[in-house]
C-alpha cells in the first residue's frame, strides 16, 4: 500500500465537474492501493452521485444517530472497505459530536480516504478538532482527505475551516459563477498562476468536458487542464489533453 497521502481541496460551481473530479481520484487512488477503507460525508445523498456510487454502504446520520455511541472505529473497517457513504443531517451539537468522535475513529483505523462534499458545511469554521486532525495529523496514520466545496468565502461563522484552506497540499479550480469577482480573488489569493484562466474556465452544460487547475504545493506543480490541452504554468509547456481528461499530481 503506497504511503503518499495528499489533502485535496476542490471548488467550483454546482456542476462544474467537482464530483468528477473527486470520483477520478477515488478510482486512481485505489488503482493505486492508496487506501484500505472509503468514508463518504455528504449533506443529502443523490442517487446519481458519482461518489455515492463507489459506496456499497448509505447511512443517513441524523441527530438520534449522532447521540449514540457507537463504535465507529468497527464501523469504518466493517463498512469503508466497501466504501461508506455518510449523508450528515444532524445539526449543531450532534452533528458536532458525532464528526469529533469519527474523526479520532479514522485516526484510529488509519489507512482511509475521507471524501467531505459540501465541506462548506460540514469541514466548516465550526468543525471539531477531532474531525480538523484529518487535516492536521492525518498523513501519520495515512489519511487521505479530499474536500469539495462550491466556495471559498469566509465569514465569521461559516464556510471552509481555515484549516482545510491552510493544510490542504492539492488545490483544484473548476469554473465559478462569481459576478463580484470575491471568488475568483480568494481561489487567486491561494492558486495565483490560475488568475488569468479562472473566468474562463468552461464547465460540461455545453456537453464538453469541465477545464479544471490544479496546484501540487510540496512539488510546486501548477497546470491548467483546457480542451484545447493541458499547459503546465511552472513552464508554460503545452501538451495534448490526455484522453480520459484526468489529470493527476
Known sequence: MSQQTDRYLIVGESG?????????????????????????????APADSPIASRCQHHDEVDDDLAARELDLERYVRERGAAGAYLEITAFGDARAAFLDRLGAAIMGVGDTLVVVDEAHEIADRRAPLGFLQLWTRGRKRTVTVVAITQSLKQRPTVGVSPTVMNRSSAFVVFGTADPTGREQAQIASVFPQIEPYLANLRTPHDGGRPEYGVRHAPTGRAIVSLRSG??????AATRPPSSDGITTM
Open 16 to 44: 462544474s465537474g467537482k464530483t468528477w473530479q473527486a470520483a477520478a481520484i477515488i478510482d486512481a487512488l485505489r488503482d493505486r492501493r492508496a487506501y484500505r477503507y472509503l468514508v463518504a460525508l455528504s449533506t443529502d
Open 230 to 235: 493541458e499547459l503546465d504554468l511552472s513552464t
